[in-house]
């Protein structure tokens, strides 16, 4: 059981962490999207 929680506890942690990669990398997108359209 506890074991099962460590691993759901990881894979959760790897989710966030990709989750917010992405969405840096959308949010960076986004900047540079502005920034050419401004231009």
Same mark, same amino acid.
């Given at each position: 059981?506890?074991?099962?929680?460590?691993?759901?506890?990881?894979? +959760?942690?790897?989710? #966030?962490?990709?989750? /917010?990669? +992405?969405?840096?990398?959308?949010?960076?997108? #986004?900047?540079?999207? +502005? /920034?050419?359209? +401004?231009?």
């Amino acid at each position: 059981m506890f074991d099962e929680s460590d691993n759901d506890n990881s894979l +959760v942690a790897q989710y #966030i962490s990709i989750g /917010t990669a +992405v969405v840096a990398s959308i949010a960076v997108i #986004i900047g540079v999207g +502005v /920034t050419w359209g +401004v231009c």
